[in-house]
């Protein structure tokens, strides 16, 4: 029969392995659910990035007509006072169009900067999910070389009991 020192170290020896081959499969656990989380959130930003693009076609069209209204309200109301379409009202007409143009390439550029920004956010996500999961199979992985450092130890303190 073992000397019940000697059992007792080798309990505790291979209770203190397992408990670390338990915490490094957890942290590889947690990784793998942090990478799940980075990803879904980049799914989101990537979602969100298109959303962007469609708000910005929407918002131009929504310009275009309320624009168009109003082009042709001052049309008509410069008709209906006498007035020709040549000379100053002419330029006037042509100027708002003009600046008609420029509102609706600011409001395509904006829609086009929100969406690289979502992307970007959507880059940065999926790198710190990658990230995650490294440390995870990191802590796994150092987990198991401290078991099996434990067994040693622990095997190296039975014999010498």
Same mark, same amino acid.
């Given at each position: 029969?073992?000397?019940?020192?000697?059992?007792?170290?080798?309990?505790?020896?291979?209770?203190? !392995?397992?408990?670390?081959?338990?915490?490094?499969? @957890? #942290?590889?656990?947690? *990784?793998?659910? /942090?990478?799940? =989380?980075? +990803? $879904?959130? !980049?799914?989101?930003?990537?979602?969100?990035?298109? @959303? #962007?693009?469609?708000? *910005?076609?929407? /918002?131009?069209? =929504?310009? +275009? $007509?309320?624009?168009?209204?109003?082009?042709?309200?001052?049309?008509? #109301?410069?008709?209906?006072?006498?007035?020709?379409?040549?000379?100053?009202?002419?330029?006037?007409?042509?100027?708002?169009?003009?600046?008609?143009?420029?509102?609706?390439?600011?409001?395509?550029?904006?829609?086009?900067?929100?969406?690289?920004?979502?992307?970007?956010?959507?880059?940065?996500?999926?790198?710190?999910?990658?990230?995650?999961?490294?440390?995870?199979?990191?802590?796994?992985?150092?987990?198991?070389?401290?078991?099996?450092?434990?067994?040693?130890?622990?095997?190296?303190?039975?014999?010498?009991?």
């Amino acid at each position: 029969m073992a000397d019940p020192v000697t059992l007792l170290v080798a309990g505790s020896t291979v209770l203190g !392995a397992a408990g670390q081959i338990s915490a490094g499969k @957890a #942290a590889e656990q947690e *990784g793998r659910a /942090n990478q799940q =989380i980075a +990803e $879904r959130n !980049a799914i989101k930003a990537e979602q969100d990035a298109q @959303a #962007a693009i469609e708000l *910005g076609k929407r /918002n131009v069209a =929504i310009f +275009e $007509r309320d624009f168009n209204a109003y082009q042709n309200k001052t049309t008509s #109301a410069y008709l209906k006072s006498g007035v020709r379409l040549d000379g100053t009202p002419l330029v006037v007409l042509e100027n708002m169009y003009a600046e008609a143009e420029l509102e609706k390439e600011i409001i395509k550029y904006n829609a086009k900067v929100d969406s690289a920004d979502k992307i970007e956010t959507a880059v940065i996500e999926r790198m710190q999910g990658a990230a995650a999961l490294a440390r995870g199979k990191n802590a796994k992985r150092a987990s198991y070389f401290n078991a099996g450092s434990t067994l040693l130890g622990g095997a190296a303190k039975a014999a010498s009991v």
